[in-house]
């Protein structure tokens, strides 16, 4: 089964501060994916990937930068933090050779932002 | 059952009962994917049900797909405390392998 881990576990951070979230992934997939999920509204795309190098704008990418450095690491970065962004935000793998649909998700990261 | 604007829907049931979640999307989908959320840890796949299939089972668990009305139904049977979960249909309805949620159904299981 797919492995992906999600750094850090908690983040606190003030408004207009500087958050980079981690996300691993040991399987080999080509497709990263960062999610974020608030009550009412479930799991919203903000920005994914096809290999390292690429990405690719989601549903809410408002405030929102990511990197994909390798093909195993996918970061998210918020440069100038707001309340509004407090959330739990999951990191996803696929693989279209194997299993086109399926994700594969990590633990999640709760972001508060004061 | 789940989609759009409406609020995240809460079922408590007694383990041992069966239950059954909907699920409606807006655009057609080549496949309909069910996750199960447990408390702290992420999403995790349960079943896939393509287009062309109208039920799928997988131990415990039957879903079922109509095109016509666009939409989908979760089934446990003999539920288990274990079950207790949010549980999210999913579609890929938007381009580039890309999946959108429902905003998911709370499923207690009391024991």
């Known amino acids: 089964e797919a492995a992906v881990t999600q750094s850090p576990r908690n983040k606190v951070t003030v408004t207009g501060g500087n958050v980079t979230l981690s996300c691993r992934q040991t399987?080999?997939?080509?497709?990263m994916y960062w999610y974020r999920q608030d009550t009412g509204h479930g799991l919203r795309l903000i920005h994914y990937s096809y290999g390292a190098g690429n990405l690719q704008i989601g549903d809410v990418p408002d405030g929102y930068k990511a990197t994909r450095t390798t093909q195993e690491d996918f970061f998210l970065l918020l440069e100038l933090a707001s309340p509004s962004q407090t959330s739990l935000y999951f990191c996803?793998?696929?693989?279209?050779?194997?299993?086109?649909?399926?994700?594969?998700f990590g633990s999640g990261t709760r972001l508060t932002v004061l | 059952s789940q989609w759009g604007e409406e609020n995240l829907q809460a079922l408590s049931i007694q383990e041992g009962e069966d239950v059954t979640m909907n699920c409606s999307y807006k655009t057609y989908t080549t496949v309909v994917q069910w996750y199960r959320q447990k408390s702290g840890k992420g999403p995790a796949q349960l079943i896939l049900i393509r287009s062309n299939e109208r039920e799928k089972r997988s131990g415990r668990l039957r879903a079922t797909l109509d095109t016509s009305s666009q939409s989908s139904s979760l089934s446990i049977t003999g539920t288990l405390a274990t079950d207790t979960a949010v549980y999210f249909c999913?579609?890929?309805?938007?381009?580039?392998?890309?999946?959108?949620f429902g905003i998911g159904t709370r499923v207690l299981v009391r024991p």
């Open positions: 999913a579609t890929d309805a938007s381009a580039g392998n890309k999946l959108t």
């Open positions: 996803a793998s696929s693989d279209p050779g194997y299993s086109a649909e399926t994700l594969y």
């Open positions: 399987n080999s997939h080509n497709y």
